[in-house]
T-cell receptor
Framework: KAGVTQTPRYLIKTRGQQVTLSCSPI?????VSWYQQTPGQGLQFLFE???????NKGNFPGRFSGRQFSNSRSEMNVSTLELGDSALYLC???????????FGPGTRLTVT | EDQVTQSPEALRLQEGESSSLNCSYT??????LFWYRQDPGKGPEFLFT???AGEEKEKERLKATLTKKESFLHITAPKPEDSATYLC????????????FGQGTRLTINP
């Protein structure tokens, strides 16, 4: 069974640009969550989608947004990039709510 | 505020030297506690889920236990390949599920 896949794996952007990251969950998983990981803050929850609806959102500015498609694939978008957005962005999928989450390899975003 | 604290931040052991990692939490609406292993540059790898106090799970040299306020990850006779960062996370339900992570314990096993 294929795991969670994320594309691209690495990305370099300039301040002020925007970026879109993609996540394909494990087949059959309907819940997709996004996390930001930095050395200083650790893993922080961004948002969770289930059946194309955002059900929960972490404490991040509105520049961070996401969506989920009918096939459960998800994208997250960051607009007007700042240097502090440099991080590893992780996507995790789970079968349903209240169940263990499986993580993808992440997208390493560097903002210069 | 929901909080998860892991200790120690870093631990260096000799091969074969057993030890335990701690994860304490203060959250409302706890639905489960998860342990993950993360290698540098990779996503966290799921290890265990614990749902109720007194529950224990084992996998190879690892055993996870849960009380009402904390969880322990016991490592028995570790090998160098067990070197990684071990993350603890609690699943809380506030309308929808959310994982709250600790900062992790960086474990190094010297041969």
């Amino acid at each position: 069974k294929a795991g969670v896949t994320q594309t691209p794996r690495y990305l370099i952007k300039t301040r002020g640009q925007q970026v879109t990251l993609s996540c394909s969950p494990i087949s059959g998983h309907r819940s997709v969550s996004w996390y930001q990981q930095t050395p200083g803050q650790g893993l922080q929850f961004l948002f969770e989608y289930f059946s194309e609806t955002q059900r929960n959102k972490g404490n991040f500015p509105g520049r961070f947004s996401g969506r989920q498609f009918s096939n459960s694939r998800s994208e997250m978008n960051v607009s007007t990039l700042e240097l502090g957005d440099s991080a590893l962005y992780l996507c995790a999928s789970s079968l349903v709510a209240d169940y263990e989450q499986y993580f993808g390899p992440g997208t390493r975003l560097t903002v210069t | 505020e929901d909080q998860v604290t892991q200790s120690p931040e870093a631990l260096r052991l000799q091969e074969g030297e057993s030890s335990s990692l701690n994860c304490s939490y203060t959250v409302s609406g706890l639905r489960g506690l998860f342990w993950y292993r993360q290698d540098p540059g990779k996503g966290p790898e799921f290890l265990f889920t614990l749902y109720s106090a007194g529950e224990e799970k084992e996998k190879e040299r690892l055993k996870a236990t849960l009380t009402k306020k904390e969880s322990f990850l016991h490592i028995t006779a570790p090998k160098p390949e067990d070197s990684a960062t071990y993350l603890c996370a609690v699943l809380i339900i506030q309308g929808a599920q959310k994982l709250v992570f600790g900062q992790g314990t960086r474990l190094t096993i010297n041969p």
